[in-house]
Structures are given as structure tokens and as C-alpha cells.
């Protein structure tokens, strides 16, 4: 395919992907396909031989779509929003032309520059503390990763490394592996999987805090733990306070926990992926405070500010923590203004080496919404939630399981665990709307999130109408059966 | 935006960007610019009110053009290729469009299931023995990971999590972390810097194995090392061969060190990230024998097959090793499909949560370019670096210094280190050309590279002209100037 091609073929997509989203209502939520579908659709082998745009092109409604889980349908409810907009993705298109790999400097001046540059802007939009951002000579500053499990991972890495260094300059007769033994991270019982998974990778132990009935981390209960764990000689070094976690959207106390963390010298990661988008508008601004206690944090512009994934925003206080724990300089790495401090090489502040010009992408969204566009999305959606809440209360079948602060809705059918499992899997197998649920501490919950780009008041309506029915339909059968216990 | 101004503004960005790849050998290769020259040409917030599209595209060449380095220039000669092709961009429009996040089968089963198959195809076009092939019911199978970066520590993570199992099973009075500080990896003296990032991300030892004077690393050079490590009480779990170093594109000798591996119950992680995708081609397809003894293999599409970055090919003889180093399964990532075999959730094959729909990329452009396709461009780029190297080796002034088996060629000036970094700088202070050194024991020595989809024989030989002219007056004022040593 030469350029001329390219044109031509470049704006039919641009036509099939405005097509799409623009009638992506009129889908299933849901694909119908079982597992191993698509294998018996194509070859076995790649063709020898070229095979036209045209034959590619009409596979696309052929063999994907029929299996694709629409996720800016307005119908989708499910796990968090993935973000999708279009300035966004016209960027990832010029972002694709320019196809360079930026994991320095020089690799790519612009590439690292503006996202220096936009996590500064993007840092002030939620009001970061000052020492956050790396200005023209500051000692923080931000980054783009891939997903919050890498920047959880990266700054437990970072504490680790720190924490190592320092007990063996206490201890020098410590080696290495004495005090990885005896490292212990921490987060709340409610905290997202990845966390745990960082321990797992980093090779150091992980204990749960307890969440009281609110579902949120109080500085008392990370205490208690701490102080039994030096008792037995363990040296807690890391606490991943999370803002919105994934189960209900809840907050943990960093005005009680942040003051803990600094006066024991645990490193304070925060983990705010979905809520964290929430804070660029005043009346939020204030679940962020105490993040002055904090030496990291993160949040997903690429679950809720309209920046396609993936872009997730990472700042820390001391970028000498994050590029101590890693620094490694092959000759054919270096360059000729390494030793500048203007100049930052990325490479050093995340696990793969190479890196897309993903910055482009939140200098369009933020350009072309401006910061009064993107708050008008957010409250949108906090808007239809409250909406849906209200709808749930009226119900007296139904109750709410968790506080309803930004865009997530935890409910249920008061009755028991099964009697949720099977409303849940009849509106899963109705295909109308997709949900998931989850577990708050033993009921099983459905949650429903508000999602799409596109959504608005008529389809949070049409949803809440639709389980209703659906309770309705499966209570008749279920006190018919005698099911409920 | 709405979809119709997309499609407006969709439609500008794709000639943008195919003026922008016809012309490209227009432009500078390497940016003019100095570190910090982005943030005084824009704002310091982001806007409070939407600009428009016009405002943000005419900054494109005002603001970021200056600070690019083009690596899609038929001038580009540094570090190894990035892949692009037209049929990867629109994939990836489509890819942006769809905008699910593939962490599950059931997040999005087409996204999950391209992938399985398309890394099939692709393990078929390198003749990968059928153990790593998924097929319908294999133990193995592909995924694609962000970088050979991710690759490599996957494969290490998973060796670990096996190992201390193993140790721990045999001898259950051991603690992982006693059994965690008596681990030890093992890669070239000539590995990509990112396998001792992994040991150290992963927290255990790792050690160089000595290369011969082929830059090669053999069996009994290993077997020396592992040897006196057992003898001290150490436990060797892992061993990284390289096909196709960095420096200078040099091979481990698969065929004598697997053995010693799967003898010492070693795993053995293949890197061919650069290389790999030489071997599509059957007179390269030498190369990778050995590979039959290993436990997990990478190479990067988007390094030399045409896919743009991100897309780098993993595949392993077992799932159930990587799987068993990090499942964690909270309720709201369970769907219903789980338990089946044909089901895979690649969630668990890497480091972050979140997943794009890269598999499009490789669809797209194995099917556009077909095998023979693909094959005539790793055998142009081939030729084009036998080529540079007859040119080289016409100069009797210069020295070739490994041999040169796909495209790269390592040279030098036959002198002192300080000449040749001499002539590096002035080949990039001209910034006709860009070239990055590296060092072969302690020689400095220039690393050219074929990279550019487009470049062509005239481009090597204008490039090669161009070094040649450089030398000359370098030669003339150093020999002036009395700097030979």
C-alpha cells in the first residue's frame, strides 16, 4: 500500500470508526459468540501472497465485530469507563504517523517535552501540590504509563530500592536479601488486585489493612498493623492508599494515613485510576486532599477524561527515587545532553524501554474540551448516577451498599447472594445493558457505572427500567420455587 | 467534536500524515532544538475554554515538528529500526475506534481471540516448533506484550515463581526469601541492559556470561559460570540468550547452551526483539535453531515486520508458568466463560491490567504484505547493509568490526576511541544522517543501522559518501593537530 492508497483507504476508516461510534446504540452491548469462535472463521496460516484492503476490510464486520464487547456503547455499565473521544483520536493517528520511540531525550525531544509539559498542566488541573510537578526546575514531576498496575508497581519498586539502601547504610552486616525478607507493603482489603501483584513481582510480603463499614482505611487501623508488624521485626515500607476503589468507589482517610506514613518514613503511593479525573472539578477537589503527604500518585486520564487508552498519569515528589531504583546507561543509550537538567529520558521512569508519543493525546483533549468541557463530562456522569440511585431507592426491593460519590452505583435485591447472582446473569444473558458485579465484604453486589462518552439520562432510564422488569420476572419464579433462603 | 467534524477533520490528519511519511526525506533527520525548547512555546495551563482543531493542527508544525526526531527518515540510521506501514496505521485507527480494553475473553473475545491465532500465524511463519503454537488445545501459545522489556521480566518472574516452588517443595524449611537471595540469572556480556533490569526489578542476582571474541556467548562459558555458582550454594534459575544483540547483532549459540539448560533445570528465555523477525526469511531461519530447548521466545513486529509500535510477539511452552506466577482473581474480573479451556485471559500473561487491541496491527499487515511481502523487506534491508558494509571495507582507512549478518553494521575509523567519537560527533552535528555508537570490548565504534521502510541504495550510498567526507577532513586536522595517539 503506497501513500496515494493510504489516503483513500485512511479516510473509508475514518468514515467506519465515525460510523460506528455514531450508531454503536443500535449493537448488542454484549457479542453472542462462545469461546473459540473466531479460530474456525479465518486460515490457519498467514497468505503467502497480499491480500486487498477490500478483502481485509470486510472481515471487519465479518469475524470482530460479531465478538467485540462494545465499550462506549451507552449501554455498557461495566467494570470503570475506558475514555474515547474524537480529538483524542485524531491524535493517536498523528501519534502513529510520527511513529517514533521515545525512551530518551534525544530520541525524540518532542515526545518527552510535551509530556512533561501536559502532566504540569494536568497536575494544576487537579491542583497537585507544587513539589508534584516538574516545572523548569523542579525535583518532581510526571509521567505517562501504560496502566495504574505499572505505576503501583514502579513506585513500590522505587520504595523498595530506598527503603534497602537506607536500612543498610543503619545496618552494612544486612545483605540484600535479609532485608527483602523483611519488607512488608500494604494497602486496603478493598485495594485493586494489581497491588498485591506488585508485592508479588517485587518479591516482598503484602498484608491487607481492614476497611471500616465505609469501606475506606483510617489511620487506626494502619497503625495497629504497623506497630504489630515492627514488633515482629518486620520494616513496612510502602502503603498504597487508594481514592475509588474499583469494588464501590471508596476513599481512603489521607489526612489520617498520610501523617502515619511521613512520621514512619513509609513511602505513600496513591492509587486514584478512576476518581482521580474527578478532581479537575472544585466540589471533588477535596477527596485529593492530603495527597501533600503522599510520594506518588496516579490516576487513569484514559478511564474518565476522555483520553483513549492507554494514558496513565503518574507524578512523584523525588524523580531521583523512581530513576535511582533503575538507572542502567548503555553507551548506545546516551547522548550527547544526558548530564542537562532540562533533560529527562523516560526510559528510566518505567518498566519497557520504547514508548508511543502518548502525551499528544491530552494535548488535544485538553486543548479542544478545555478544562470547562471535561468538567461538564465528569459531572454528567455524576449526574446520571445520582440519577440512577434515586431510581434504586424508590424501589424498596432494592437497597445501595455503598455511598454514592462520583459515578459508581453498588446495588442489590435485599434477599440473598444467589438470589443477586441470578438477577445479575439474567441481565447479562438479556444482553440489553452489561453490568459486573462484585463482592463487599460477603454480599454480592451488581455494580453499575456510568460509562460511555454518550450517555445520558434517557439510557440510565431505560437500564434501571429493564432490571426492574427483571426482578420482577425472576422474584415471581423464585418465591414460586421456594429459592429464597 | 462531533462525529461530523471527525470525519472533517479525520479525513485532514490522514493526508497530514501521508504528506508527512511522502516527504519526510524533506526534513532534518535530527531536530535542531536544545533541551526545554517546548515549554516556552506553549501555555502554562491548559485552557479553560475549547480551542479549536485548527489551533491545535497548526501547532503540529509550529510547536512539535521542530522537536522530532524523524526515525522513518531514509536518513535515520540509529539504534534498530521502528516499524510502520500504512496497513498498521489503519489498523490501529480501527484499533482506537473499538477502544475496548481486552484484559478478559470476556472484556472483549474478539480482542483476545485475533491475538491467539494471530500469534499463530505468526510462530508458523518462524517455524516455531508446535509446543509454543495455542493451536486448540496446546499448553503454549503467543501474546503480545509492550516490549521485549516486558518480555524478558515476565519470563524471569514466571522462572522464579517455578524455582522457589521447586526449592521449596524439596527442602520446606527454606524461606522464600532465603531461597530468593541464592537466586541467580545469567545473560551475555553483550544483553540489552533491560535483562538486569528485570533481575533487578524481580529482586535477584543476576551475572554476565562472557562472550568470545564473536561476541557470542557458548556452552562451556556458561557451563564455567554455573558451575562455580553451584559450588558457592547458588541456585541458577534463569539464562536470557540473545539472537541479535544490540551492540552489534551478534548470536548465542542456542545449540550448546539449551542443553545445559533444560539438563540444569534452567529456564531459557530467548531475546530476538531486533532479529526475530529475520526469520520469516528460510536462509535466516537458521538462526533460531536451538530454540527447541527453550522456554519462552520474544521477538518485536514493530521493530522489523511493519507493525507499528507497540507489538512485541511473546510466546511460552506452558501457559500454566506464567499464569501460575501471578494469578489474582478478584470477583469483578470473573465472567462465566471462565473455566473453559479455550478461554484465555491475557490479564494474566504480562505487567499491566489494561490491553489495547494490538492483534489488528499484525492481522492487517500480515494479510496486506502477505509472507512474501514481509520477506522482500527483511531481505531489502539485507542487502542494503551488505551493501554499506562492501563500501566500508573498500576504505581501507576503516575497519568493520563484527560480522554483519542481517542489518547492522558495526565500523570505525582504525584508530584511537577519541577519533571515532571525533567523526561520530561531526556525522551528527551535520545532521544529515543519524547514527548512535555503541562499544565492542573497548572499542568505540559506529553502529549504522538499515531502519527506514523507504530507504534505498541511494540513500546508503549518499550516506556512506557523506561519513566518508567527514572522515577526510576530520583526518586532515587531527593529523594537523597532532591528536593521533
Chains 1, 2 share one sequence.
Not at 22 to 38: N, S
Not at 50 to 61: G, L
Not at 297 to 316: I, Q
Request: proline share 4%; with cysteine; net charge negative.
Amino acid at each position: 500500500m503506497d501513500a496515494a492508497e493510504f489516503r483513500k483507504r485512511g479516510k473509508e476508516m475514518v468514515d467506519y470508526v465515525a460510523d460506528y461510534l455514531e450508531k454503536i446504540d443500535k449493537r448488542q452491548v454484549f457479542p453472542d459468540v462462545e469461546p473459540g469462535y473466531l479460530r474456525p472463521l479465518i486460515p490457519d496460516c498467514a497468505p503467502q501472497d497480499p491480500e486487498s484492503f477490500e478483502d481485509v476490510f470486510k472481515d471487519i464486520e465479518k469475524i470482530i465485530m460479531p465478538g467485540v464487547t462494545h465499550w462506549h456503547s451507552p449501554y455498557f455499565f461495566a467494570y470503570f469507563p475506558a475514555a474515547s473521544s474524537f480529538p483524542a483520536l485524531l491524535a493517536d493517528m498523528l501519534c502513529g504517523g510520527i511513529g517514533c520511540v521515545g525512551f530518551s531525550w534525544a530520541a525524540s525531544p518532542a515526545c518527552t517535552e510535551l509530556e512533561t509539559v501536559m502532566l504540569d498542566w494536568l497536575g494544576k488541573m487537579i491542583n497537585l501540590p507544587e513539589e508534584f510537578l516538574a516545572g523548569k526546575d523542579g525535583q518532581g514531576g510526571g509521567v505517562i504509563q501504560g496502566s495504574a498496575s505499572e505505576a503501583t508497581l514502579i513506585s513500590l519498586l522505587a520504595a523498595r530500592t530506598k527503603t534497602i539502601r537506607q536500612v543498610q547504610s543503619e545496618n552494612p552486616e544486612l545483605t540484600e536479601a535479609d532485608i527483602m525478607g523483611r519488607l512488608v507493603a500494604y494497602a486496603s482489603d478493598q485495594a485493586h488486585s494489581s497491588v498485591e501483584r506488585a508485592a508479588l513481582i517485587g518479591g516482598v510480603k503484602i498484608k491487607n489493612v481492614s476497611s471500616d463499614d465505609k469501606f475506606t482505611v483510617c489511620g487506626s487501623a494502619l497503625k495497629k498493623v504497623l506497630d504489630e508488624d515492627k514488633a515482629s521485626g518486620l520494616i513496612p515500607f510502602f502503603f498504597c492508599a487508594t481514592l475509588g476503589t474499583t469494588p464501590c468507589c471508596s476513599f481512603d482517610r489521607l489526612l489520617e494515613l498520610g501523617p502515619i506514613c511521613n512520621k514512619e518514613n513509609i513511602w505513600m503511593h496513591i492509587d486514584a485510576a478512576y476518581a482521580g479525573s474527578a478532581f479537575i472539578c472544585p466540589e471533588f477537589r477535596h477527596l485529593l486532599n492530603g495527597v501533600e503527604f503522599a510520594d506518588s500518585f496516579n490516576f487513569n486520564p484514559h478511564k474518565w477524561l476522555l483520553v483513549n487508552f492507554d494514558c496513565s498519569a503518574m507524578w512523584v515528589k523525588k524523580r531521583s527515587d523512581l530513576i535511582g531504583a533503575f538507572k542502567l546507561e548503555p553507551l548506545y543509550l546516551q547522548h550527547h545532553h544526558q548530564e542537562s537538567g532540562l533533560v529527562t529520558d523516560y526510559r528510566h521512569w518505567q518498566i519497557p524501554l520504547g514508548r508511543r508519543f502518548r502525551s499528544l493525546k491530552l494535548w488535544f483533549v485538553l486543548r479542544m474540551y478545555g478544562v470547562t468541557g471535561l468538567q461538564e463530562h465528569i459531572r454528567k456522569h455524576v449526574r446520571l448516577s445520582h440519577q440512577f440511585e434515586h431510581l434504586v431507592l424508590q424501589d424498596e426491593r432494592f437497597e445501595i451498599c455503598a455511598e454514592v460519590v462520583l459515578g459508581l452505583i453498588c446495588f442489590r435485591l435485599k434477599g440473598s447472594n444467589e438470589l443477586n447472582k441470578a438477577l445479575l446473569k439474567s441481565i447479562n444473558e438479556a444482553k440489553k445493558i452489561h453490568l459486573v458485579p462484585c463482592y463487599l465484604r460477603e454480599k454480592f453486589v451488581l455494580r453499575f457505572a456510568i460509562c460511555s462518552r454518550t450517555v445520558e439520562s434517557t439510557h440510565v432510564k431505560f437500564a434501571w427500567q429493564h432490571i426492574s422488569q427483571l426482578a420482577t420476572d425472576l422474584l415471581q419464579t423464585w418465591e414460586h420455587n421456594d429459592h429464597q433462603q
